[in-house]
């Protein structure tokens, strides 16, 4: 028993749709699909082959920029394009992306050009305001302006590479007391190993503090990006200043030293082979001493001073000179005059020396002496070294070792170069060891931490790939599509066919009139006509002749 499938057309289809998949076997089945099919399949391959190279053979893609404007982007493009660097903005969301390889080449190019450029900032924001806002809008905008002006400003010092100003701008009030002062925040980013200095800091509260009115330097604060205060909005007093000049002072001791040994070593071992360190005991405390000195002997300037004399005949010898003139007076009594309150006192008796004048009785002197005097102003300047330690290590050479009277050379050259002073008990200590140069470092990397082999294995998959294709898929078929072209091109002559398995031509059977009129098949009837042709020629050309003049009729 045996069931017929019917297939039956709905009324609203068209019959040639009623059956698709017969539809395709019937069109696959016609001679020039099924001649064309292996020249389809082969490029069908060779395209699977070029995709699965473009997909494998670029690299992953890495997010350059995102939301920035159409000028910027095509300025950026531009610029990637110039340097042979690819990039790729997306279309749904406007990124701009680069190969992973290529990614910290591409931003170090643009940082250098200065691209992208940053959206209008500073007072250009005024020029965008629309007609009709508001004042507290416009104060905000002012604000801004400011804000972005002074971090340019800022971010002209050579140290800082990125700064941002936050302004805390009061509102006005008529009443005195409650009045606010303004108060800025400031924080910068710095450069790698790049450090602010006081003076640069002092600069940047002066800068923040002279552009809005009524601000004073104490109300400004600065941070940098590790979090770190550089300033307190109190200010620096003035022992933190007076320290932190003591220790720049000291640095820059040290610096000098290391330069000088820098410049000394630098010839005889070259650059990276040695490293040097000195640490200075610098005397920072500034001394001043006054010393005055008198000389013993003094000498009389001025002398001032009365005596009063008490005697009992106070007058003089008088009369006639004669014999009783001529007589010496009685010896007389010797008394010793009391000294007045305030005088120096009189004249003691000395044993062997004159008396004294038995008239005077008090003497009153006063006596101005000048003495001999020396002022004397000593300062010590703070900056001597007190000690000085210097560290100096040798790279020893790739063979062999640094001998003793080598390391002993040196020794003495750095000593010279520092001014060492055995009685200050300064120290100098030079060594010589194995540097853990770049070499070791090499040498510790494993083998698939290395950047090349992704890049390898990317493209050596796509050529793997790309090889499969083309000796399992385009090979077999170009031998295929070639074969049957030589097989074509053999000549049949009188009944002599195509080659048989042993090499040897087959003989093919005659064709007859009935086996061309039952043919039902193109390529079977194709066949037969050939067939037939190749049997009977002459009967072959006498039916060309029919038809042609059939057609000219």
Known sequence: ?????????????????????????????????????????????????ALAWMSLSTPPQKTLFSGLADADKAAVVQSLEQANIAAHVDDATGALTVGEDDYSRARMLLAGQGLPKAAPGGYAILDQLPMGVSRAVEGERLRQARETE???????????????????????????????????????????????????????????ASSVPGMKPDAVTIVDQAGALLTRPGGRDAAGAMGDERIAFQARVEDKYRQQLTQLLTPLLGAGNFSAEVQADVNLDETQATRESYDKQGTLRAETGAWTGNQKD?????????????????????????????????????????SPDPAKQTDS?????????????????????????????????????????????????????????????????????????????????????????????????AILIALLVLFLGVRPLAKGLMKKRDDASVPVVAGVGLPGPDGMPMVAPPVSLDQLENSRGYDERIGAVRGFTRDNPARAALAVRDMIKADAK
């Open 1 to 49: 028993m045996s069931t017929a499938l019917t297939t039956t057309a709905s009324p609203g289809m068209p019959e040639r749709f009623a059956n698709p998949l017969q539809q395709i076997r019937g069109v696959m089945a016609q001679p020039a699909v099924r001649r064309s099919a292996p020249m389809a399949l082969l490029v069908g391959l060779i395209g699977a082959a």
């Open 150 to 208: 002074l971090a340019r400003s800022i971010q002209d010092i050579d140290a800082v590479v990125e700064a941002r100003v936050h302004l805390a701008m009061p509102e006005a009030s008529v009443f005195v007391r409650d009045r606010a002062a303004p108060s800025a925040s400031v924080i910068v980013k710095l450069g790698a190993g790049r450090t602010l200095s006081e003076a640069q800091v002092s600069s940047i509260i002066n800068l923040v």
């Open 314 to 354: 106070g007058g003089g010898p008088g009369g006639i000179p004669g014999a009783l003139s001529n007589t010496p007076p009685p010896a007389s009594t010797l008394q010793v005059p009391t000294p007045a309150v305030g005088a120096s006192g009189g004249p003691q008796p000395v044993a062997g020396a004159a």
């Open 365 to 461: 002197y006063q006596r101005a002496y000048d003495l001999g005097r020396e002022v004397s102003v000593t300062r010590a300047a703070p900056g001597s070294v007190k000690r000085l330690s210097v560290a100096v290590v040798l790279r020893d050479p790739d063979k062999g070792r640094r001998t003793q009277m080598e390391i002993n050379q040196l020794t003495d050259l750095v000593k010279s170069a520092v001014g060492y002073d055995q009685q200050r008990q300064d120290q100098v200590t030079v060594i010589s060891r194995k540097f853990a140069g770049a070499t070791d470092t090499a040498d510790t990397t494993k083998w698939y931490d290395n950047a090349w082999l992704p890049v390898l294995a990317r493209n050596g998959t």
